[in-house]
């Protein structure tokens, strides 16, 4: 595995991200203005060129083309083609996708995350950052043709402009705790609702390459590309809610007896009573265990980030990947030893391994074969010795 192309305070400075989770972070909008160096190797035209033409990789499921605020049917722009297990599916042609380009539409390539290594390292940035899972959206506009009328997202959105000009407005309203489901996100209300709830014009900028825009889940805005083509990415983070909670917990009850028994017919009511109140004090009796809140941290550990890879062919071993918790972590020399200070604890660390828990600090994440490349002079056992140090301290966390 390479060095990881970016890091999320590369993404976000000049903001520091310490500084970032403190003022900005599920609280209002940042606009960061960027340059071409900040995306260096992230995405390109080139990039979603070839992208395209993997046509095997795409449907109308993941490719989607919008206009003046309207879905594309598939069918103006996709054939019906066997896949190999002989089932149909609907799959972009590419001249037919261009076409439509000119004629002003966006078009919108979903799932883009693990597509190529700069979106990739991108994505894996803000996941370690955020503690969340993150999908990436590519927004290929032109034409001043309007894609979507002012709206919110259900998820909190980094968007990264890569290609071209695009003028986004960001409105005062914010719809309280949106979530993907009828009622509660973007879709369930009129245009006349939502026209009303997102307030005054708060900002309005230009964004152009390099230039990062952060909205929180439930901002209100809308975007407008120039005459001229424009490219930008969409990093959303899927974060659980309480209802989450409740939902991992309704899949575990199965295993109790009395959740399977069947209810009494409606009409026996003392019957269905005396079972309903078996049943909620047992749902009680699961609820005040104290380890309720420890299962669920790690069922959503594994889902952050049981997306990601720890191949390395051709060896046999998996990589042992780590994410690196001690964001704004100082390092502060004292004597002949350092301190390392997180944001909890103070612990000290010897003068020889200074060098790398600085060079950990650094990253987002990393993996141990990176580790070793880059202090060839020291040994494995020390390498470990160092690993198992730090995620006692809780300076990182593996994931693999």
Same mark, same amino acid.
């Given at each position: ?10 993404l976000?400075?000049?903001?520091t ?8 972070y ?5 606009y960061i203005?960027?340059?071409?160096e900040?995306?260096?190797g992230i995405?390109?035209?080139d ?8 046509v ?9 083309? %919008?206009?003046?605020?309207k ?10 083609v066997?896949? =190999?297990d ?11 996708v ?9 078009v %919108? ?11 990739r ?11 969340? =899972?993150?999908?990436c959206?590519?927004?290929c506009s032109?034409?001043q =043709?309007?894609? /979507? ?11 990264l ?7 986004w =407005?960001?409105y ?7 979530l993907e ?7 369930s209300y009129?245009?006349e ?36 083509a424009?490219?930008?990415l ?15 917990l309704?899949s575990?009850?199965?295993d109790?007896?009395?959740?399977r ?9 003392q019957?269905?009573?005396d ?5 909620t004090e047992?749902?009680?009796?699961v609820l005040q ?10 069922e959503?550990?594994?889902f952050? /980030? ?5 191949i ?7 990589l042992k990947?780590f994410?690196v ?8 020399r ?22 790398m ?8 994440? /990393? ?6 490349a880059? /202090?060839?002079q020291?040994?494995?056992?020390d ?15 593996p994931?693999?």
């Amino acid at each position: 595995m390479s060095e990881p192309l970016t890091t999320f305070r590369q993404l976000m400075a000049p903001i520091t991200p310490e500084q970032f989770f403190e003022e900005y972070y599920d609280k209002k909008a940042l606009y960061i203005p960027g340059n071409a160096e900040k995306i260096a190797g992230i995405c390109s035209w080139d990039h979603i060129n070839d992208l395209l033409q993997m046509v095997t990789n795409w449907s109308d499921k993941n490719l989607k083309i %919008v206009i003046d605020a309207k879905t594309v049917q598939p069918q103006s722009f996709c054939e019906k083609v066997a896949n =190999r297990d002989r089932l149909g599916s609907m799959r972009p042609q590419p001249n037919k996708v261009a076409q439509l380009f000119e004629q002003g539409t966006t078009v %919108v390539l979903d799932l883009m995350e693990t597509m190529n290594p700069g979106v990739r390292a991108a994505t894996e940035a803000i996941q370690m950052a955020t503690g969340f =899972r993150v999908s990436c959206n590519a927004y290929c506009s032109r034409q001043q =043709r309007k894609a /979507f009328d002012s709206h919110f997202d259900s998820m909190d959105v980094f968007a990264l402009h890569i290609e071209g000009t695009k003028t986004w =407005r960001i409105y005062k309203g914010r719809y309280e705790n949106p979530l993907e489901r009828d009622g509660y996100d973007n879709a369930s209300y009129s245009p006349e609702f939502l026209e009303k709830d997102k307030g005054e014009l708060l900002m309005e900028i230009e964004m152009k390459p390099g230039d990062m825009l952060y909205l929180p889940k439930g901002v209100y805005h809308d975007a407008l590309a120039s005459t001229q083509a424009c490219l930008h990415l969409s990093f959303g983070t899927t974060q659980p809610c309480g209802l989450d909670v409740i939902n991992w917990l309704t899949s575990s009850l199965s295993d109790i007896p009395i959740m399977r028994q069947a209810m009494p017919a409606y009409n026996l009511e003392q019957a269905h009573d005396d079972l309903v109140k078996q049943v909620t004090e047992k749902l009680t009796e699961v609820l005040q265990e104290p380890t309720i809140a420890a299962q669920f941290r790690r069922e959503q550990r594994t889902f952050a /980030f049981e997306g990601l890879s720890n191949i390395s062919f051709p060896g046999p071993e998996p990589l042992k990947r780590f994410r690196v918790l001690g964001l704004g972590a100082k390092l502060k020399r004292r004597g002949s030893d350092w301190r390392l200070t997180t944001c909890s604890e103070d612990h000290t660390i010897a003068a020889d391994i200074q060098p790398m828990v600085e060079w950990i600090l650094a990253h987002d994440h /990393f993996d141990t074969k990176t580790l070793a490349a880059a /202090f060839e002079q020291t040994s494995s056992a020390d390498l470990d010795a160092l690993i198992i140090s730090l995620t006692e301290k809780k300076v990182i966390d593996p994931f693999y």
